[in-house]
């Protein structure tokens, strides 16, 4: 049975940021491998940094050593107390660990200002000490429990590896991708959101990743403000060859429960494919049929493939009623309309104690997980629809962590349209089907 840690993620990343963004892995618990302390060092010695962590009734306390805890060799200490999400830390000096330990009690027993009695269950420490890390006036603390964990790096190499490798292979996969049936040769996607949520820079960041460095080809606005004006769609190009990719994502004016945002009737025309790239939007009214920029009568090609909501993780909590309303409205247009549609969560790299490790593992990290989890209780998408970015916005380099999250997104969306491609009347799909090799023989 594998041993954990009684930290809480939150105690766990407070821990982990403020002793250099490191990762905790648990050497020793005491409860499991017992409160003793010369077996505490044979196990924990020559580990490089490493972090004790102390749980009495009322504290959590502990002691870092960045250099190690090494037999007979003196360390710099560092005590800290966790109070809450509040953590304060006094520097000890130079210890062995037998002394801060208590071991071979005959020779290191000389006074000092903190020391862990693992074998009498209690911390000692003096009053200069108690003062300096904000805690009650009492020398002596109880040890429920105590853990040592050795501080790694949060992307060693063979992470690194493994997020370069699974991002050579998506790019590999979307490179190659092939929409279903071959009913068109790109899939259309298109980005809808409150404004500001992060579409523009969602194609952004895609074509960034294609081309191999950072690119701005779509302006982007502040998160409350926008400035997609016009329908845009963007095929992009791909830099290692220069063709064109398999999709084309599609860029709108944003959602607002107030004026200034797209309007809702000219949501239909651009599933059906009846609006041209460019169009001027109007908040006030839909475009009327006798625009140049209206398409008479759009081909299955015209048409959007899938839908992709865009969320800015920091504002999920304060989506108004009507902006609720408004979304839950446009999902069951799209339900009724057989559009396949997704989620997607920006700024989560905005979010408090989120580290480029977490990243990796995103699916395991608590205040992530809880915004999905409030993306589908207050908006109706399953889990598995909602996807995870972290757009490029201020970066001069492309990122593989962030790349791989990017891609993953839009290998889903491409999945999305595939759903809706293989879900089409079986006498619309033979008719295209038809075209398209009447249209590869040459003939009209």
């Known amino acids: 049975m594998a041993v954990t840690t009684r930290l809480t993620w939150l105690h766990e990343k407070i821990l982990q940021n403020h002793f250099g963004g490191k990762r905790l892995s648990l050497l020793y618990k ?29 504290h959590i306390i502990g002691a870092y050593a960045e250099e190690g805890y090494q037999a007979r060799k003196y360390a710099s200490i560092i005590l800290f107390a966790l109070q809450e999400t509040k953590i304060s830390e006094w520097k000890l000096g130079l210890y062995t660990p037998e002394t801060l330990f208590c071991c071979d ?86 980005l809808l959101g409150p404004i500001g949520a992060g579409k523009s820079s969602f194609f952004n960041s895609v074509r960034s990743v294609f081309q191999g ?70 908040p006030m009214e839909s475009i009327k049929l006798n625009h140049h920029d209206y398409i008479d009568s759009p081909s299955l090609k015209d ?70 989890e409030e993306v589908q209780r207050k908006l109706g998408f399953a889990l598995s629809d909602i996807s995870v970015v972290s757009n490029y916005s201020s970066e001069w380099e492309l990122d593989p962590v962030k790349d791989v999250l990017i891609l993953s997104a839009l290998r889903r969306m491409l999945w999305a349209a595939d759903d809706f491609l293989e879900d089409l009347p079986f006498e619309q799909i033979g008719n295209l089907r038809e075209e398209i090799i009447n249209c590869a023989q040459g003939k009209k």
């Open 213 to 282: 460095h950072v690119t701005h080809q779509a302006l982007v606005g502040t998160n409350t403000t926008g400035i997609s004006e016009k329908y845009r769609t963007y095929s992009i190009r791909d830099g290692k060859d220069g063709k064109y990719l398999p999709f084309i994502l599609c860029d709108s004016l944003g959602l607002s429960e107030k004026e200034g945002g797209l309007c809702m009737d000219d949501i239909s025309y651009i599933l059906n494919g009846n609006i041209r790239d460019r169009y001027q939007f109007n």
């Open 105 to 190: 009690v005959a020779k290191y027993n000389s006074p000092t200002n903190f020391q862990i009695d693992g074998r009498n269950r209690k911390v000692i420490m003096d009053l200069k000490t108690m003062e300096n890390l904000g805690l009650a006036q009492n020398c002596t603390i109880s040890i429920q429990d105590y853990e040592v964990f050795r501080c790694e790096d949060s992307l060693d190499e063979r992470k690194i590896k493994g997020v370069i490798e699974l991002r050579k292979s998506l790019l590999s996969a979307l490179r190659t991708y092939e929409p279903y049936g071959s009913l068109v040769q790109q899939i259309r996607i298109l």
């Open 30 to 58: 005491g409860s499991v491998h017992g409160f003793h302390n010369g077996v505490l060092l044979d196990r924990c010695c020559n580990q490089g940094p490493t972090l004790t962590v102390i749980y009495s009734e009322d």
């Open 303 to 372: 048409r959007i493939h899938c839908v992709a909501f865009v969320f800015d993780a920091s504002s999920i909590e304060y989506f108004s009623s009507q902006m609720i309303v408004k979304i839950k409205r446009i999902r069951r247009e799209l339900v009724n309309a057989g559009v396949v549609h997704v989620a997607l969560l920006t700024h989560v790299d905005s979010m408090d104690l989120i580290t480029k490790g977490d990243l990796i593992e995103i699916e395991r990290c608590v205040p992530v997980r809880s915004k999905l």
